[in-house]
């Protein structure tokens, strides 16, 4: 199992923290490398980490004592120290420090663990896709024997997104300043310490003037108003050849911003360097590793910077120069009617991805209806090519939290990522390294086609493919129910919460029941419980609060675990906890897949509240749509934006559905019912039709009933409520 940089121990970063620790109480220079040292909570944790690396003796041992990975720390430090533990982790990992080379003047040299020594030293390799995508050389290198299977193909499109896009998080900046300004104090002096002072202060001045956030303020300001717009958790578009013009000034200032950030950090570079030709001769190890990681993170934010200016540069030059290049319209969010806007056809057009609030307008024109009112069918559909010269990126800002201070706290960062796979030349290079690739995962199909996971990855149309029966009997061990009069979740949302509650209770009174004490197995808490999986935050939060209250008030003492109180991690542990566990477990989007409920009887029912579909102004998801759409135009589809929504947006969606489903039926020993509550499904016109053709057809046929007046498989699955 080998981990990436992210989860992996530094013993740089380890060290020096010790380092500092060992004099933090008696005298305190400002040099610290490590912030958090002032934290009591964070110097024991050192402590752990480092009698926990000393005492490793056995390659499970070592495996978990070079790991940060919160999931490999002692449950403890979660209660004891809060949800900083992550951040603390993350500031002692080789991400965030690199590591000592190989062939470093010191012993430690001999015991670092970097990814690429994992790689080439083991035959048989479990990594996650983003580590696969970060290190492609070194696996290339193994030779042309290598075996790859991608599990969890369907989150592959997402994991090299990530992977493939550039970030320049403006915290890495501030933190940047103050590293430089705490190793000054420290360093030897001479020209070259003075030197890397002057240029450092240059760069103190553009974040003391705070002309940076100001002009990231006022992109959010004038891209991101309207309706659906919450200061703090704003995430705009900057450069799209599939976006307005509207704030191109802003952005243009923002640009020139970075363009002079990756110029003092340029110069930072020069004078550091000025500084170690100075000095090597009498520094001692320590002091110039910390000199080469200062010159890592000045060459970062500059090649970030850099990299995004080119994207912005290149995209807005041509759409000002060719104001026909840019396909879609400026917009207004804050217009009252959504329906007048097609991007807003698609219904629930503004969730966050792991649960923002929802603004859902219910409309019932999804638009996957052609003009003439027939639904799209995607086979019917071609693509054609896109105009030359089209940018395969598409750039963003987003706010990170609510400004706390002044403006140089002010969190947000600024990306670049991929629009098409396929069209990436990165990506092309991974498709091509392997001669052997298996793409494995549960959910690959969606409506029983591989057309939309082979598009979006950028495979060949002859791959082949191979879909295996699955071992469970999903006619006999699970039901599927689709309610059909559910209030609107748009027009009704605290209504629709508390009906979710009020069901959710009669159900415990009537099916939950309590372990005997005397149980043989040794087990307590509370079987035939429910996990109920929301798409936004404010709906799991009060769902969980509407239940609890409404459980009380029936003198049930059924526990409801909020995912929101307890984080994903910790709230699933509680729900399957032998000894008391059990009850229900609400939550988002980060218990819609990857979680598995092992004891048959403490899950019985999985509660959806709707449709999971993505959030539709995001910028990634709204360029991709806005690409297909232009395919389609170009092959002269009658309704390229139905099209778009047919071919990408609803199979998108009917992916997730499907990895909701799957929490229920783990083993041929569950048995439970589905409950989607969201009357999307219901209906008998073209659309809704529709709806169920790619939701429902995506689900495994055990799960559909056939409707005996219309012969329409899933029809029987929609029902009334009563």
Known sequence: MVKGRSNRLSLRALTSALAD?????????????????????????????????????????????????????????????????????????????????????????????????????????????????????????????????????????????????????????????????????????????????????????????????????????????????????????????????????????????????AGQCKALTGSIGAYLSENRAVMDFFETERVQSLLSATGQVTSFSDAIVADINDIIGRALAEPDRATAPDHDDSQEDPEDDPRFAAEEALETADGGDEQDDDQDRADTETRSGEPVDPDAVPLGDLPPGACNRVVYAEELEQLRGDLRHYKFAITSSPIELGEDGAWQQFLTTFARTYYVSATLRVAGRWDFIRTRLGLPTGIATLALDTPFNMNTQAELVCFSDFPSWAEQSEGSMRTVAHQLAGY??????????????????????????????????????????????????????????????????????????????????????????????????????????????????????????????????????????????LPLAALQLQQAVGRLIRSERHRGIVVISDRKLAGATALRRAYRRTFLGSLDPGLLRTDEDTGELGGANVVPMT
């Open 508 to 649: 415990a009174q009537q099916s939950l029941t309590a372990v005997p004490e005397d149980d043989p197995a040794g087990r307590g808490g509370f079987d035939g419980g429910a996990m109920v999986l929301t798409t936004a935050r404010s709906t799991a939060g009060g769902i969980a609060e509407y239940l609890a209250t409404e459980l009380r008030r029936r003198g049930n003492d059924t526990p409801v675990l909020s995912a929101l109180v307890l984080g994903n991690r910790r709230g699933v542990r509680e729900f399957t906890d032998p000894g008391h566990g059990g009850g229900f477990l609400v939550g988002t989007r980060g218990l819609w897949q990857g979680v598995d409920v092992a004891d048959a009887k403490r899950l019985r029912i999985v509660w959806i509240n709707k449709l999971p579909f993505a959030p539709f102004a995001a910028p990634v998801i709204e360029a991709r749509r806005a690409v297909v759409a232009e395919r389609a135009l170009a092959a002269h589809a009658e309704d390229p934006d139905a099209a778009a929504t047919a071919m990408y947006y």
């Open 21 to 261: 620790a060992t004099a933090f109480g008696s005298r305190r220079t400002g040099g610290e490398r490590n912030r958090f040292l002032a934290q009591v909570g964070f110097r024991e944790l050192l402590t752990y980490m480092t009698l926990r690396f000393l005492a490793s003796s056995d390659i499970e041992h070592s495996w978990a004592a070079r790991s940060v990975d919160p999931v490999d720390v002692p449950a403890f430090f979660i209660d004891y120290v809060g949800r900083v533990l992550p951040v603390w982790l993350e500031s002692l990992s080789q991400a965030a420090n690199g590591e000592y080379s190989a062939n470093a003047a010191t012993p430690l040299a001999e015991h670092t663990d970097m990814v690429t020594e994992a790689l080439s030293g083991h035959r048989l390799l479990l990594a996650n896709h983003a580590l696969l995508l970060a290190h492609l050389g070194d696996l290339a290198a193994m030779g042309p024997q290598v075996l790859l299977i991608v599990d969890e193909a369907h989150q592959l499109e997402d994991a090299a997104t990530s992977a493939l896009s550039t970030v320049l998080d403006y915290r890495a900046v501030v933190n940047l300043h103050a590293d430089l300004d705490a190793w000054a104090r420290s360093a030897r002096p001479g020209p070259g310490r003075d030197g890397v002072r002057t240029a450092a202060g240059n760069l103190g001045l553009l974040l003391d003037h705070e002309q940076f956030p100001r002009a990231a303020a006022q992109v959010f300001d004038a891209r991101g108003a309207g309706a659906g717009s919450m200061i703090g958790s704003r995430t705009v578009t900057l450069a799209s050849d599939y976006a307005g013009t509207s704030g191109v000034g802003q952005v243009r200032t923002l640009a020139a911003l970075m363009t002079r950030l």
